[in-house]
């Protein structure tokens, strides 16, 4: 029991007790108090003592430790072994020594003498933390200069997790002084040589999963599927494009809008469907594809990889003012070719193709009329070359071929048409809208022009109460053409399949819930994908110091000009000279900056 004047310790911190009442008065050394039971002290001498001693430093443990002979003790006789007395200031250095363990342990109220064979290890740990620390001081004092020798890859490992994102904070980049954010240990490790401009950091600080989940789909469900396999049906894409999943058909009527049909193996809570309502979408890099689904989805259900492709098919009439009219849908066996777009455009003068094409002018006319917003600024290519060994970045302004257009407008056809379809049968669905563009007043001409466009564009909402998309020109709208690679497409395949096979569809709140998860998810992919197609067209002007490239001026401020540089897919802010929007300005390359994402031009002349 401690009494009044006793020594103690309160979380190995000494203090003298005082009672008061049914409580424990700690006073420490530097002053101050804090109020305890009695039974959270341990009690080290019964004293009295009015004031905190200091440990007594004059004690030959070592030679009591070879006295003790593997003995134990409680604290006095210990005390007494050591200094020849029990005092405060013997006994709190007592405890000490044992709160170390190097020769003396506590253990049960004990105090042991440790063996040698375990001394003889604790010092071999110790020797080794201790050369590890002065290896580590070694390597901080030849690091902070920015030189690195071989071997000190091994420090870097922790430098590295906290530029990839992996780790939330790093004690060395501290020590390197260095600030506390990974972008200045991505800019350190580019300067000492340990990373170049191939390694991308970004999609890996976004948190996303960089492979491709290891899931098992479910058995194919063929119930129901009509055999479309007479129609000649087309899937086209960019020539480089690995996962097709819509295709289009022309039946002399109707167009025909044939989507891939992973739904019918994915159950609506399987590990699969979570993992893609987590995952939102397949992540699209400059050096490849993670898909939101497991492989096995892209080989069964891709349009044209087999023979047959099983597909959720739209059926859609158009009235003669290009609105849509009647729509069936159907789980359907097509067989489909694939064409890229500048193959495609070779087969619009006659045939299907002929008749789409006819139907997707007519379309965009209708659209047009009802205020859909068309924006018309190049887009590049960016992608990464591994054919050498090497990763290079290649940046490229695709050729644009009218079949991009026959398909685009196809595809918003078909996301209007599901949803419409939809809405007359009641059906909870993952509708997409977007509100009207903010007013734009006079808008320029141009490029400028194009951009100012894009400025007043409000952002699209997922939900599931049926809004206009303004931005298309549409009344309805949903994703519904991409269901293996974007979670809202999916979701309406699910619902649609549950409505054709009379199976109660997922209520209104759980189609929320689910859009909301995937929403998240969609917002981390967007970043992560602008990112690293920022760091690899940065990375392919680094490799290009003092390149001039023309741009086009589309924006001015306090700040300067807005130049856009076609050739690249960038826009960048130029200051030092006065030009109208749209002018052309040549641009000479002065600096690129990877971890900020930044490249700086001056005007030439």
């Avoid at 158009?318 to 159907?330: S, Y």
Wanted: glycine fraction near 10%; aromatic fraction near 6%; charged fraction near 30%.
């Amino acid at each position: 029991m401690i009494g009044n004047g006793a020594l103690a310790l309160f979380k190995l911190k000494p203090a003298v007790v005082s009672l008061e009442g049914d409580k424990a008065v700690l006073k420490f050394a530097d002053g101050s108090t804090l109020k305890v039971r009695p039974k959270d002290a341990e009690s080290v001498h019964p004293g009295p003592v009015d004031k905190v001693p200091a440990p007594r430093a004059d004690g030959d443990f070592e030679t009591a430790w070879q006295m003790a002979e593997g003995g134990d003790f409680d604290l006095e006789g210990l005390s007494e072994l050591v200094f020849g007395e029990f005092t405060p200031a013997s006994a709190l250095a007592c405890r000490l020594e044992a709160e170390s363990g190097e020769r003396f342990r506590l253990l049960e109220g004990r105090y042991t003498a440790v063996d040698a064979e375990a001394r003889r290890r604790e010092a071999e740990k110790r020797e080794r933390k201790e050369g590890e620390a002065a290896e580590r001081a070694a390597f901080v004092a030849r690091a902070r200069k920015g030189v690195l020798a071989e071997g000190d890859e091994r420090w870097l490992g922790e430098l590295e997790a906290f530029a990839l994102g992996l780790s939330p904070r790093s004690k060395l980049a501290a020590e390197l002084g260095l600030k506390d954010e990974p972008e200045a240990a991505h800019a350190w490790l580019l300067k000492t040589g340990r990373w170049d401009a191939a390694v991308d950091p970004w999609p890996s600080r976004s948190g996303l999963p960089l492979k491709a989940p290891d899931l098992e789909l479910g058995p194919d469900d063929d119930s129901g599927r009509v055999d479309l396999t007479a129609l000649e049906s087309w899937a086209i894409d960019n020539a480089w494009s690995h996962d097709p999943d819509d295709a289009v058909a022309w039946d002399g009527k109707a167009a025909w809008i044939h989507v891939a049909d992973p739904a019918s193996a994915i159950g609506a809570d399987s590990p699969a469907e979570r993992e893609a309502a987590d995952r939102g979408g397949t992540l699209y890099l400059p050096t490849g594809s993670i898909p939101m689904l497991p492989d096995a989805a892209l080989e069964r259900f891709g349009l044209g990889l087999s023979e047959t492709s099983r597909a959720l098919s739209i059926r859609v009439e158009l009235g003669t003012d290009g609105e849509v009219g009647a729509v069936e849908i159907m789980p359907s066996f097509v067989k489909v070719r694939r064409s890229s777009y500048a193959e495609a455009d070779a087969f619009l003068g006659s045939g299907p193709l002929a008749a789409l094409d006819a139907l997707a002018r007519a379309r965009e006319a209708c659209r047009s009329a009802a205020g859909a917003v068309d924006i018309d600024i190049p887009e590049t290519r960016v992608w990464v070359d591994r054919s050498s060994g090497k990763s290079e970045p290649r940046v490229e302004l695709p050729t644009k071929a009218r079949s991009q257009a026959l398909v685009r407008e196809l595809m918003v056809l078909g996301g209007e048409a599901a949803a419409r379809w939809a809405f007359e049968r009641g059906l909870p669905f993952p509708y997409y809208s977007q509100e009207a563009p903010s007013e734009p007043g006079e808008l320029p001409d141009g490029l400028a022009g194009e951009f100012a466009k894009r400025r007043l564009m409000r952002g699209g909402m997922a939900g599931t109460l049926p809004r206009a998309h303004r931005g298309l020109g549409v009344s309805f709208y949903a994703q519904a053409t991409s269901p293996l690679r974007r979670y809202a497409d999916l979701l309406a395949h699910r619902q649609i399949r549950a409505a054709l096979a009379g199976r109660p569809p997922l209520p209104a709140d759980e189609v929320s819930e689910r859009l909301a998860r995937a929403a998240a998810a969609g917002a981390l992919l967007r970043q992560a994908e602008r990112a690293s197609e920022a760091h690899w067209t940065l990375a392919w002007l680094a490799a290009r110091p003092g390149i001039e490239l023309d741009g086009v001026v589309v924006g001015s401020g306090s700040w300067g000009l807005s130049a856009f540089i076609p050739a690249i897919g960038l826009e960048t802010r130029v200051k030092g000279t006065e030009l109208g929007l749209n002018a052309a300005v040549r641009l000479r390359l002065s600096g690129v900056d990877l971890p900020k994402r930044e490249a700086r031009f001056q005007p030439v002349g």
